[in-house]
C-alpha cells in the first residue's frame, strides 16, 4: 500500500510539474503584451541618444524584443523547431547590433567588422541547425547529422575566410599575397 501511495504521488506531482511549466493562452498574451510593453520603454530611451548611438540602441532593443519573443513562443509550444528559431533569433539580434557598431568604423576595420560579425552570424545560425537535428528522433538521425554537421562546417569555414581575405586587404604587395595564401590554407580554400 505504502508504494502504490508513493507511486501515485510521484506521477501525480509529475503531471503537475508538466502542467506548471505550459503557458496558458491567457499567460501567453500577458507576456506578449509584457514583451511589447518592455521594447516600448527601451527604444524609448533611445530617444536621447543621437546618430549611431541612437541606432545601435534602437537595434539592442529589436533584439531583446525578437528574442523574447521566441522565446515566449518556444515556452508556449515546445519542439525543436522553436528551439531552433530561439537560437536563429540571437544570432540575428548579435548581427544586427553587431552591423550598427561596425558604423563607428570607416574603411577597412569596418568592412573586416562587418565581415567578422558576418562570421559569428553564420556559426550561430549553423550550430543551431546542428542542434536541431540532433534532436531528431528518425532512423535516419545519423546520416542526417553528419550531413548537417558537414554542411555547417562549410558554411563556417567559408564565412571565416571571408573574413580573413577582408583583414588581408589592408596589406599590399607580397604580404597581402602572403596573407591570402594563408587564409586559403587555413581555410581549405582553392
Known amino acids: 500500500m505504502k508504494t502504490r501511495l508513493l507511486m501515485l504521488t510521484a506521477v501525480m506531482s509529475c503531471a503537475f510539474a508538466g502542467n506548471a511549466m505550459a503557458l496558458t493562452k491567457e499567460e501567453y498574451k ?18 536621447t541618444l543621437k546618430d549611431n548611438a541612437k541606432d545601435i540602441c534602437i537595434s ?19 519542439s525543436p523547431r522553436n528551439t531552433e528559431k530561439v537560437a536563429f533569433a540571437k544570432a540575428d539580434a548579435a548581427y ?17 567588422c562587418i565581415k567578422d560579425a558576418k562570421a559569428a552570424h553564420v556559426k550561430a545560425k549553423e550550430d543551431a541547425k546542428v542542434v536541431k537535428t540532433s ?14 554537421r558537414k554542411e555547417a562546417n562549410s558554411e563556417k569555414r567559408d564565412a571565416e575566410y571571408k573574413a580573413a581575405k577582408e583583414r588581408c586587404d589592408a596589406l599590399t604587395g607580397a604580404a597581402k599575397d602572403g596573407c591570402q595564401n594563408d587564409a586559403k590554407t587555413k581555410y581549405g580554400m582553392k
Open 60 to 78: 539592442e532593443a529589436k533584439g531583446v524584443e525578437k528574442v523574447a519573443k521566441a522565446e515566449l513562443e518556444a515556452q508556449y509550444k515546445p
Open 96 to 112: 544586427d547590433t553587431a552591423k550598427e557598431k561596425c558604423d563607428d568604423q570607416k574603411g577597412n576595420a569596418k568592412d573586416v
Open 30 to 47: 500577458a507576456q506578449e503584451d509584457r514583451i511589447s510593453a518592455d521594447y516600448k520603454a527601451s527604444r524609448d530611451k533611445c530617444g
Open 135 to 148: 534532436a531528431d528522433t528518425s532512423k535516419d538521425k545519423s546520416e542526417k547529422m553528419a550531413d548537417t
